[in-house]
């Protein structure tokens, strides 16, 4: 789909998770191999968050001659949907990486379920038939340890014929829990015995009716781990407290099963974005309160919306290895990607006309008739790609806002007398505004010096320069100008409901922009700057005879401000 995905990004310092493997490997711990893994929950589609993740695990594994799966958490089946399996193997691709293997947790239900039995037989679980706040009460603070479940003592084969009878359906949700039987004192409260399976009557989306009985994360993710022969295991930081409990669970098994490695969980700081919410549960809400247009919707932070908002995946990559790896949270500034993008897009996108508030323009003194192909540069930042021909004739459009009756000082555009350049094209001046009853202004009448563009007047200078389409040859365009979806910092802030932070302008339809007719043909996914403008996107939306774009992004450089100043 994006001929840009594919390559790598270069070497850059060592993070501190690049440190540990590449002492790793020089101690040769884990026998010199390295294999990550990035294990979505298929609970929604990945955002750009999840983007830090793939570029690290996937980029950690390329980098040292290892292996990155793609694993699928599937373990909680009733927020799961195929629909998301396959959105999330076409944005890792579109990032540009490909994995090792391919799996899903539910692929190891049987063998989850008999190593879980090997526990009980080791008298390492029991099934406790506590009600779930019991278990809450028993559990302890912070500051006060647990006590021990009454059922903490059951004989193995008790506990064995019990969970049994779990995995068999003879309970209803709830009426039992495996647990592990480790330290209900314990300080961390991750290792108060923690819960490993419970009964939930659900349809799964891969295994249908085959179990009414789940794993937890805590106790299927080490054990996935160590099945693929994952080195290292990386994740967010919310989980540096279960690093014991992912350590005690390989450490239990050990002996009993052929694990093809003893992997170590390293918890990064995840990456957090202002005016953005990057949870998929809240993006969810957005979705299905139809907020937005879907998952893909231009202003969602995920990677199917800023794909379809036209970044690429080398601008998203880009602003990954800006933003690095660490052990302390931190705001990202959206500005930021934003800076990163635009960068990017200006090296690569084509330079197109268009005018997306039009205002005619008639040139009194140039011929009825008459057309003129006028030449302009495709992208000056790359002279390769060449210049094009645009039509110029007598009625033009120019933007709205390009014309002032009585303008303030500095306003170097168009007013009754003065004189600005047509970009590529001749000096313009403004003779009068024509007005409709109401005074509002609906056409300019103009001249123009036929000797400005190639003749004895082309070295003239004149302060403003002007994008501008011929009417008769441009086309009938829709834009949608996107803005932040929420006003706020940090949406939801205070316990409110993010909601509430809406940007109740994030998205502006113009339905009858004019572009220059080389643009009306581009297919979906091509990028574009506008002059003057930004950064635009052909939008699948688009038809043959109604191209619709998507504003990726103005030209106004709000984090290049940002740096001058400190
Ligand atoms: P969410 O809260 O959005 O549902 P999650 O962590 O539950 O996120 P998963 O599908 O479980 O979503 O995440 C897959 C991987 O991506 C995990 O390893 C997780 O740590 C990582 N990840 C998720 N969000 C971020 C983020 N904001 N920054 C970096 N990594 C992230
Ligand atoms: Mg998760």
């Known amino acids: 789909m994006d001929s840009d995905a594919g390559t790598t990004a270069p070497p850059a310092p060592l993070d501190f998770i690049r440190e540990i493997v590449a002492e790793d490997q020089r101690t040769g711990k884990h026998g010199g191999r390295v294999h990550t893994r990035f294990p979505p929950e298929p609970n929604g589609y990945l955002h750009i968050g999840h983007a830090k993740s793939i570029c690290l695990n996937f980029g950690v594994a390329a980098e040292f001659g290892g292996l990155c799966n793609l694993r699928f958490d599937d373990t909680n089946p009733t927020k799961e949907d195929v629909e998301y399996v396959e959105s999330i193997q076409e944005d890792v691709r579109w990032l540009g990486f490909e994995w090792g293997a391919m799996f899903y947790a539910s692929d190891y239900f049987e063998l989850l379920y008999r190593y879980a039995e090997e526990l009980i037989r080791r008298d390492k679980a029991y099934v406790d038939s506590l009600s779930a706040d019991d278990i809450r009460n028993y559990r302890g603070t912070l500051t006060e340890p647990g006590q021990n479940s009454p059922h903490r003592d059951r004989p193995v084969s008790e506990n064995l014929d019990l969970f049994r009878q779990m995995r ?20 961390n409260i991750n290792m108060r015995d923690p819960t490993l399976y419970r009964i939930r009557h659900a349809a799964h989306h891969r295994t249908g009716d085959g179990w009414c009985l789940y794993p937890t994360y805590d106790y ?14 990386i994740c967010t930081l919310e989980f540096e407290d279960h690093r014991p409990l992912y350590d005690w669970i390989v450490d239990a098994l ?13 918890e990064f700081a995840r990456l957090n974005l202002n005016y953005t919410v990057m949870s998929k549960r809240k993006l969810l809400a957005l979705v299905q309160q139809q907020l937005v247009s879907g998952w893909n919707d231009p202003r969602m932070p995920t990677i199917a919306g800023i794909r379809r908002r036209g970044y690429t995946a080398d601008a998203v990559r880009d602003f990954c290895a800006r933003i690095g790896v660490a052990k302390k949270e931190n705001v990202i500034d959206m500005a930021l990607l934003e800076h990163t993008v635009r960068e990017d897009l200006n090296r690569r996108a084509l330079r197109g006309l268009a005018v ?45 806002n ?3 009756e009585e303008p303030p000082k500095k306003f170097f555009r168009l007013s009754p007398g003065a004189e600005v350049r047509l970009r590529y094209a001749y000096i313009l001046k403004c003779e ?12 300019l009448r103009c001249t123009y010096d036929p000797g400005s563009l190639n003749g004895p007047t082309a070295a003239r200078r004149v302060k403003g320069t002007l994008h501008w389409v011929s009417a008769e040859h441009a086309r009938g365009a829709e834009v949608r100008l996107y803005e932040r979806l929420f006003v706020s910092e940090d949406p939801g802030a205070g316990g409110r409901d993010p909601l509430d932070d809406l940007n109740p302008r994030s998205l502006e339809r113009i339905e009858d922009a004019k572009v220059e007719p080389a643009l009306a043909s581009a297919a979906p996914g091509t990028r574009f700057q506008f002059e003057r403008q930004g950064y635009f996107c052909v939008d699948p939306d688009s038809r043959e005879d109604k191209p619709v774009f998507n504003r990726t992004v103005t030209l106004k450089d709000s984090w290049a401000k940002i740096q001058r100043r400190t």
Request: glycine share 6%.
């Open 402 to 404: 390009d014309f002032m």
């Open 356 to 400: 997306l508030r039009p205002l005619k323009v008639v040139i009194e003194n140039y011929e009825e008739g008459r057309v003129e192909q006028v030449e302009a540069t495709n992208n000056p930042e790359d002279p390769a790609a060449g210049t094009r021909r645009v039509p110029f004739s007598r009625v033009l459009y120019i933007e709205q």
């Open 432 to 443: 009068r505004a024509i007005t409709d009853a109401s005074g509002a202004v609906v056409e």
């Open 254 to 266: 050990s002996g009993a099963v052929e694990f093809k490695s003893r992997p170590q969980q390293i």
């Open 168 to 187: 068999a359906g003879a309970f209803p949700d709830g009426a039992h829990v495996l647990r592990a039987k480790i330290d209900m004192a314990s300080p």
């Open 220 to 233: 299927a993710h080490p054990i996935s781990d160590a099945i693929e022969g994952i080195t290292h295991s």
